[in-house]
């Protein structure tokens, strides 16, 4: 007698899965469909075990050919169920093995086996035989020579799951997929173990429930792929619609984006704009009815729409409706946005790029405060491919510790010698050819790698230093750039000053250059700059005039020097006026010494020693050049 106690539960739990699923929106993601599959096989898995058990246990009140049948649904059914819950698993990896014919005819050819051998049982099967499953006589049911084919088989797609995983182990993007598919193959090969140990206690199919549970939490609950309150999916869901559909696309992309996204959300509330952003989510879903609407944070909406649509109207109806206000709360928001047309994105077979250059362009549109469409074109795909080539080339410089150093020399105002240098960065592609801090630079900061970079820069200027000496160099400190980024991190000073003792160096050789940027939260800064200090470093205000800086706050401020942006060096040698050397000697009465940029020829050198700058840097002096020959050539004999 078979003990099916524990199926009854098990049917409920799975009910109560799928009708959770079902109930909240979701993608016809691959993964998805094979997660429905699943439930619905498992499903069919223990109907038909229990089926079959109440039949076996009551064998002699039933004809043969029915106990027969009866088995043989719950074979096929079993063979099924491991068979899926590998192509759930290599679904979830992104598994491109599937795509072989080859290699799926080979990983699909012992399911094939099984529900042959479940047919050839049924029909043929005898007591005599032992090429069987099972076997059905007057007694009832019996098991077959061939019954371990169903842990053999079992067994095998375990194993083809961890192969996968090995091989694609890198596709896992969170801890809690790792760890859930881990827990997932575990759990089915206990199952199979627990068969084997209690063949009469069906207490498998629970183990196997115990499976879905894991990889429902860890993948499938539709909450990790909503925002705004379920009324759109989220960017993780766009990204993994675009990612799946690269090469064969067949909806028609809008973007829509609020302008000056992040202003409106301080005017009027995070709480207030999210429900702002909720009811246009539900306005864009009224205007295009087969279509799926993704918001990726910051303002921005893709629709993805049907073949045929008119965006040019679609867009025309939506800025329409922006000119009333959008009500939350009893409070009323005034937004504006902006749409961009993707006419080129499905060129490239590459979901990343595809998927960067929508966001980006979009960012783009959010910042022109333009209503009518702008159409993304080759160049922004381009552009995105080149940073993504840069991305890779900051990696592996990352990697290999090949970011270069390169100095430019600072020189007295007055006497023209060199006196300092500022040390800055050089990063070279496959062929060595250098590229440019401003191409290299804003992908290092977006893709958060800059904070290595720095770090990379400094210690390499502190080896400089040690090696060559800054007296033997007739220099007096080396000027080094720290990025809002960096300058954020709560363990600067320690890092900082770690890598300056290892090398046995003076902090206050090294001048950390920041920008005002870093400058708008005052408590935090005055904090950090305060350890800094304390740790013995010095710090240089960089690119003056491009950001929010004010003389009330300098003066809080324990800088040693501030260089003027060249912009502004520039535009006063075209055209003299007062306020530079105002502003200069304001600066110098507080007790600033003053550097002055991008000084390029004889007559930028005249004008800023007249108006009262110490020191001065440019092309007109040198280029930044290789640590190595800023040595030879600054260096004595």
């Not at 038909?48 to 246990?57: E, K, S, Y």
């Not at 759930?88 to 080979?106: C, G, H, Y």
């Not at 003792?501 to 250059?513: C, G, Q, T």
């Not at 009330?552 to 040693?560: M, V, W």
Request: charged share 25%; proline share 3%.
């Amino acid at each position: 007698m078979w003990d099916y106690s524990f199926e009854i539960p098990n049917l409920m739990i799975l009910g109560i899965v799928l009708l959770f699923f079902y109930s909240r929106p979701r993608l016809a993601l691959r993964r998805n469909i094979a997660f429905i599959w699943m439930v619905l096989i498992e499903t069919w898995t223990i109907i038909t075990d229990v089926l079959a058990t109440c039949f076996d246990n009551n064998a002699t009140a039933y004809p043969m050919q029915l106990l027969g049948f009866v088995n043989m649904l719950y074979f096929v059914a079993f063979f099924l169920r491991s068979y899926v819950m590998y192509l759930f698993a290599v679904s979830v990896m992104k598994d491109t093995l599937e795509s072989n014919p080859v290699i799926r005819q080979i990983v699909s050819a012992p399911f094939y086996v099984g529900v042959g051998l479940s047919f050839y049982s049924s029909i043929v099967g005898h007591s005599q035989g032992k090429l069987f499953l099972f076997y059905v006589d007057r007694l009832g049911y019996h098991s077959g020579g061939l019954y371990c084919y169903l842990y053999i088989c079992g067994f095998y797609y375990v194993v083809m799951a961890y192969v996968a995983m090995f091989l694609f182990w890198k596709n896992f993007r969170r801890r809690r997929e790792k760890y859930g598919m881990i827990l997932y193959n575990l759990i089915i090969c206990a199952s199979y173990v627990t068969r084997i140990l209690l063949p009469r206690q069906l207490i498998m199919d629970t183990f196997v429930l115990m499976a879905i549970l894991v990889v429902f939490l860890a993948f499938e609950n539709p909450e990790f792929y909503l925002d705004l309150r379920g009324s759109a999916f989220n960017r993780l869901a766009f990204s993994e619609q675009i990612e799946e559909n690269v090469g064969r696309y067949t909806q028609i992309p809008l973007g829509i984006v609020v302008h000056d996204f992040h202003e409106m959300r301080d005017i009027y509330g995070s709480t207030q704009i999210e429900e702002g952003l909720a009811a246009i989510s539900k306005y864009l879903k009224q205007i295009f009815k087969r279509a799926t609407v993704f918001y990726c944070r910051n303002g921005r909406f893709i629709v993805l729409t049907q073949p045929g649509t008119d965006l040019e109207e679609k867009s025309g109806i939506i800025a329409n409706r922006f000119k009333h206000p959008w009500k939350s709360n009893d409070m009323e928001l005034y937004l504006t946005v902006g749409f961009a047309i993707y006419d080129v994105v499905y060129e490239i077979e590459d979901s990343e790029v595809v998927l960067t250059t929508m966001l980006k362009f979009l960012d783009t549109v959010g910042k022109t405060g333009r209503v009518r469409p702008m159409h993304a074109t080759k160049e922004n795909l381009l552009q995105t491919i080149k940073e993504k080539e840069i991305r890779g080339h900051i990696e592996r410089a990352i990697e290999n510790n090949s970011l270069e150093l390169f100095l430019q020399p600072i020189v007295d105002a007055k006497t023209e010698k060199v006196v300092g240098a500022e040390a800055l960065s050089r990063l070279r592609d496959d062929k060595g050819e250098i590229i440019l801090p401003g191409d290299f630079i804003p992908v290092a900061e977006s893709s958060g790698r800059i904070n290595e970079l720095g770090e990379i820069i400094f210690e390499k200027t502190c080896i400089f230093i040690k090696e060559n000496g800054l007296r033997n160099l007739g220099i007096e400190w080396i000027n080094v750039n720290l990025s809002p980024s960096q300058f954020i991190r709560t363990n600067l000073s320690e890092r900082y000053a770690a890598i300056a003792e290892k090398h046995e160096i003076d902090p206050s050789f090294v001048r950390l250059e920041i920008t005002e940027s870093s400058m708008i939260d005052d408590g935090f800064f005055m904090r950090q700059i305060d350890a800094m200090s304390q740790k013995g470093f010095k710090f240089v205000l960089d690119d003056y005039g491009t950001g929010y800086s004010n003389l009330a706050r300098l003066k809080r401020c324990p800088f040693i020097n501030i260089k003027i942006d060249m912009t502004i060096v520039w535009d006063y040698s075209k055209e003299k006026d007062e306020l530079l050397p105002t502003m200069v000697k304001a600066f110098k009465q507080i007790g600033f010494t003053i550097t002055a940029e991008g000084i390029e020829n004889p007559e930028m050198v005249d004008a800023m020693r007249d108006i009262g700058c110490n020191l001065l840097q440019g092309f007109h002096y040198s280029r930044a050049i290789p640590c190595e020959e800023f040595a030879k050539r600054y260096g004595k004999k």
